[in-house]
C-alpha cells in the first residue's frame, strides 16, 4: 500500500518544485480555460504570468461583443475561469476581445478556451 502513495506523492514533487499552477476547474456544463499576460502586455512586461483577477465572460454567439447580459466571472490567483452555461453557443470575450471561435454548449458539456494577452488585446487558443 505505501508503494502508491509514495509514488503519488513523488510524482508530485516536480509539479511542486517548478511552481506549477493548478489547472482550470471544469464547469459541470460551460465555459472554463486560463487566462495569461505575455511580453508586451500593457499590465505586464517581459514572459508571461497568470492573468489573476480578471472579469472574463460569456456572450450570445449571435451578439459576440454587443451582448447586453453576457455572463462573466473573474480569473482566480492563477489565472483560471470557470463559468457555468445554459444550453446555447456562445464566444468567450476578454479584454475587450471575443473568441474567433463559437463554443456550443449542449447538455453536460463543457469547452475550454485559453487566451494570452499582448499587444494586440486577446488571443485565444486554436478552435478545437
Not at 518544485?17 to 459541470?28: K, R
Not at 447538455?107 to 494586440?120: E, F
Amino acid at each position: 500500500m505505501r508503494a502508491p502513495f509514495l509514488l503519488a506523492a513523488f510524482g508530485l514533487l516536480p509539479l511542486v518544485a517548478c511552481g506549477g499552477s493548478p489547472p482550470p476547474t471544469p464547469p459541470s456544463q460551460g465555459v472554463y480555460g486560463h487566462l495569461t499576460l505575455g511580453g508586451g502586455d500593457t499590465l505586464f512586461s517581459g514572459g508571461s504570468s497568470p492573468a489573476s483577477g480578471e472579469k472574463v465572460c460569456a456572450a450570445d454567439a449571435s451578439l459576440a461583443a454587443n451582448d447586453p447580459a453576457p455572463t462573466c466571472t473573474t480569473s482566480d490567483a492563477n489565472g483560471n475561469y470557470t463559468i457555468e452555461l445554459a444550453l446555447g453557443s456562445y464566444v468567450v470575450c476578454w479584454r475587450g476581445g471575443c473568441d474567433k471561435c463559437v463554443s456550443t454548449i449542449g447538455a453536460q458539456s463543457r469547452v475550454r478556451r485559453d487566451a494570452t494577452s499582448g499587444q494586440a488585446g486577446a488571443v485565444f487558443t486554436s478552435c478545437p
